[in-house]
């Protein structure tokens, strides 16, 4: 089998699955790996603490600037830092997730951050790095390109067995909640989400995780062999 050199770029829609099998085909491939959301959110993290208020783009700019904002590529663990105070759990809390969207939608925290992550992949010889903007801003030039979707019923259920969520009312909420970030994502000025030219569009909607991770797992070998 050939062993995979090169850089897989995985971007989509929130809950489509993008951190879990991003990391799974990062460990089947031997390969680095980059949660580039888990950045974004460290940044909120920092606005937050900061008390800027969100609609503030130049505090969010200042408070973003000054922090440190740490993140490993190996895809064996998970640990995200704030001026070295671990933040790994915080960062998914809803109150992070709520404000992450306009953080993120600020350009010069864009560039902070893309510079960042440059610079965290640079000597990878083989890496996996999921957003929403991997394909089409921060390595255009891929290996391979893949855009994760699925159906929103079925990102919603998803999110709720993750969070061990049964009322109806609440996985309404989670999605609503989905549609919310989704639309803030993609109609942002700077870098929307949007699949790249050369992306191949992979939709997990009637797929098992090991199904989608195993598709994106060959489809990367075939162009490593290629
Ligand atoms: N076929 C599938 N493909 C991918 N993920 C799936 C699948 N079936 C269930 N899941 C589950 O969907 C949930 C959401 O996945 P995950 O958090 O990785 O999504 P995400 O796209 O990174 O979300 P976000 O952008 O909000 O961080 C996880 O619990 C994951 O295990
Ligand atoms: N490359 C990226 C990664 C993430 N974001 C923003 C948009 C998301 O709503 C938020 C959190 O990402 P998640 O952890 O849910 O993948 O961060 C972005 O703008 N660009």
Redesign the pocket.
Known sequence: MTHFSGQVTLD??????????ARAVALELGAAYLDT?AMYRAATVAVLDAGVDLDDAEGITRAVTRAAIGIGTDAATERVTVDGAEVTERIRSTEVTRAVSPVSAVPAVRRLLVDAQRALVADATAVVV?GRDIGTVVLPDATLKVY?T?APEA?AE??A??LGVTDPARIAAIAED?RR?DAYDSTRADSPLRPATDAVTVD?TH???H??IAAIVELARERAEA
């Open positions: 989509g829609p929130s809950g489509t699955g993008k951190s879990s099998v959301g999921e994760l699925a990102r998803r999110r067995a993750q989905l970030r997990s797929w098992e995780r199904e989608t």
